[in-house]
């Protein structure tokens, strides 16, 4: 059980109703504030906290700045995981389904995407994926985040560094465009150029 001291010349208690009782127990301050572990909801704290990290970065440095952060946050990991695919299977380079593959199944606790088309034309070919990531709880929870914009800059970094790592010089750039948001299906359709 706490009580709280007396202290000499300042007005620290001047939020208790009575500021010269001494012997206020903490007891009871505990007991109205009082909150199981269990009832800890960090993702939704990380949620607003994502919201105002993307909002002030923005307010102080620029949308330039905001946007090349983010990029580099996702191409971070984007390196890690290429890495983590080469050592794996013994190998420097991959064709672009193959790497495109292997990725996706590392990626399985993140991203549930599946492959909608495959166009091919002499300098590139294209890839259309329907895409439930891990950010779209966050964005859908928070009233400052949009599908495709700027928190979206993460994906676009991931998979763009990734992609390009894993395909080597089979590649000269990859690319991943936001085309839309689909409600319906809870997921955002996305298209992967790779340059040739």
């Not at 990290?53 to 946050?73: A, C, P, R, T, W």
């Not at 199944?105 to 549930?112: P, T, V």
Request: proline share 3%; glycine share 6%; with cysteine.
């Amino acid at each position: 059980m706490g009580y709280l001291k007396e202290e000499s010349t300042d007005n620290r208690f001047n939020s208790f109703d009575s500021p010269s009782n001494l012997n206020i127990e903490l007891d009871e301050i505990n007991k109205d504030i009082y909150n199981p572990t269990s009832n800890i909801d960090s993702v939704s704290a990380f949620e607003i906290i994502t919201e105002a990290m993307v909002g002030k970065v923005e307010d102080i440095f620029g949308k330039n700045s905001l946007l090349s952060i983010l990029y580099q946050v996702g191409a971070g990991p984007g390196e890690v995981i290429s890495q983590r695919i080469k050592l794996k299977n013994g190998k420097e380079e991959f064709d672009i389904l193959p790497g495109f593959k292997l990725l996706l199944k590392e990626l399985k606790g993140y991203y549930s995407i599946q492959i909608k088309e495959y166009i091919v034309s002499h300098d590139q070919i294209r890839i259309i994926i329907e895409n439930h990531c891990f950010l779209r709880s966050p964005i859908k929870n928070r009233p400052n985040l949009h599908f495709g914009k700027k928190f979206c800059r993460v994906n676009k970094g991931y998979f763009e560094v990734a992609l390009k790592k894993l395909l080597g010089n089979k590649v000269k750039k990859v690319e991943i465009k936001f085309l839309e948001n689909c409600d319906e299906k809870d997921l955002c359709l996305e298209e992967i150029v790779f340059s040739l």
